[in-house]
């Protein structure tokens, strides 16, 4: 039985003729490698990695805390940016895109509950993910296919305006943090 | 050879080239070689015990379910290999002494019959220990067996998933083997025959049910089951026993129950989420007083389908970034996005916020008890939007489709909704009763579509005249299109009294049109006639418009003439193109000869033309910056 490392590492594959490499730590403190093409699908990430002056030579011995993206949602993220990494620009999009045919590969990483794709885009937000915002938009936006106001408000969470109403009233009922 | 001595890349490759059952044989040649696999990188995977006949066990690899790939045999049945040499086959807690053989498919079989029950629980026990310790397959067991088999199953007490197969044992024996057995996440019966699970009630707490069919399944048992998620194949489950099963269940709040992961999408992905099944089927929410939590209920040729909304529980929708909800409402047609804007003033804050591009609308009436109301980017191009009827057969047609509030700033509306099958075009069933609250409908959704989605609040109406008293409330219409009727030119004049038309009056008519008779639209500036064939010429030269385009007509020469003769006198003042078919030989020269094209009493120029039949008349009504009308 191999004995697991104390905080995994998810290791990427990487071509031979761009041998750079970056750590992440994620905020539950796992620690990720990603490749430099990978990497600039963030522009936060990029940016910061600018900023901070890593080279090749030093990128692995100066991790990046990422404080607002835990592990779990780090991995999916690096696996996306791996996978999409030489990938051409896309074209801008027009309104109602629905022809535009989620790829398979990006469908079954996406096939997360909702809770999990909530927190997906928090992170992919944060982390300024073009193309990861697009994916994990439309998987939403296909959830609201054939679906009546009732429907989407289970779906999206979406409270009524009678619940939103108690909701409001019983916050302005309830002492504040004075008591 | 020295295999052991050659380098571990070379090992790496080799192995790579050998399957599984060959990886195995040799794991079994010494500690060594048992260590030199396990060192090797396997994918974790699962495995599965599968006992289907008398005295042969199957060890297989499952990488999906129910797609298992046999690693090795073994069987206890009396010798059939004469001489075949035995061999011990030895590992950390194997020892066994047997006669191996290959079948057609190069899997390993080993003959040990003179082993007994207990030994070879033993065995098959500590073969999966070795499989999990060198080949990184999980500890879990899996089995798929016919119960009578049962007592050769390997020691456990767990089990993932279990696959019973038809046997002839009865419901004893499967309480039996649910009492010895803690099933953690899965019992799947693929059994034809009569199952045992008849008359058992030990399994129905097992988490996840899946059953090809369940003919035999009853009321009363049925009503029993406490699991997460339960599938079956046909059954002869009654609406009253659904209607039961939905009334009592316990659903836990507390518990995230029917995500659709795993097993879900390992068993049974292509019932449940068909997007043809999810496409056609009927929806409906219930929801349990006692906590509010709230179900999916959707039921399409004969399967019923019921999703409490944990599922959904935890998507938060609103919170998301703006940035997300751009990107959302992107992906939505402009029919979701109107049903998303009546979810909750938040929700229609949130979608009016987006960029819409202004555009008309049109109230289309084409038929009895319909209405359409759609989204114009190019005229005759419209998009229907959303469509309400208040037919009166909708309670028949729609048995237990569950109504539901659509609720808006003016809007308030009990109805049922289904969607179009090809354009999933939502569509309101209605209850109204008066004609008065249709139109107030209207008039709201049209107010509605102004303020969240910036159409333009000038209306267009394109309709059969039959239907006039279904329009909303208003006094002015931008372009009215005219389909067929059966009504007659008073009922035109009345609505030209009615709604001040402002833009263009469009006929479509084929048939007799009612515009015949009516003198109220020839002040319209705009009038665009399909074929104009009952067009008179008492009726022609009274046409007072900017823009009056024709198809065939049965006009004659004369009457262009004096059409042109009185523009000649300084009527028709407004007139800038007359474009007219006519069925008769038309000669712009005998116009051209007859007239110089220049008005007196202001100096407007006009250009005549003709061709096949066509007669095109423009008047210059500006001056270029040369001075020259344009």
Redo the contacts between chains.
Sequence with gaps: MSVEPEVPIVQVEEVRENPVLYKIISSDNHVFTISEHAVKLSKTLWDLITNLGLTAENALDNPIPVENVNGKNMETIVQFCERHKYDEEEPEYTNYIREFVLPEWDRQLLSIDNEELFQLILATNYLDIQKLMDYCCRVIGDMAKDKTPEELRIIYGIPTDAEDDALERSASDSPGPSG | MQFLKLPFLAHVNILKYLEPSEQLLLSFCSLITRALVSRMRHTPTYSVFVLDRPEVMYYSLVNLPEKEKTLIIWTWKSEQWGDVQTERVKSKNIDLECRITFNASNTPILWCPSEDGPSRKRFATAFHSHM??VF?VEPEMQFKLSLEYMNELPYTNTVRDVTLLDTSVNYEVVDEFFEKFHVKRAVVSTSLRDSPLKGSFKFLQVDNIFMDRAYWLKRLQFLKFDCENLVTGPTEIKKRDLVAFVKQCRWDPEV?KL???EPI?DYAKYIVLSPQY??KCQ?G?VTRKSDGL?A?ATTFAGQFHLHT?T???????????F??HV????????S?QL??S??????RALVSRMRH?PTYSVFVLDRPEVMQYSLVNLPEKEKTVIIWTWKSEISAQWGDVKT????SRDIDLECR?T?NIVS?T?ILWCPFEDGPSRKRFATALHSHMCEVFRVEPEMQFKLSLEYMNELPYTDTVRDVTLLDTSVNYEVVDEFFKKFNVKRAVVSLSFKDSPLKGSFQFLQVNNVIMNSAYWLKRSQFLKFDCENLVTGPTEIKKRDLVAFVKQWLKGNKTKLKTFHVISTYCVDVHTIMNKFNLSRKSDGLRALAATFDGQFHFHVFHKKNEFGVQT
Excluded: H
Excluded at chain 2, 311 to 321: A, D, N, S, V
Excluded at chain 2, 327 to 334: A, F, G, R, S
Excluded at chain 2, 404 to 407: A, L, Q
């Design positions: 999990c310790e990184r995230d995500e659709y992961n999408y999810l496409k929806n929410i709230r999916l909304n599922f959904f529980r935890k998507m938060q929708f609103l919170k998301l970034p940035l997300a990107n959302i409402l992107k992906y939505l047609e402009p979701e049903l998303l009546f979810c909750s003033l938040k929700t591009t539901e509030k659509v609720i909704i969607f999933n939502p």
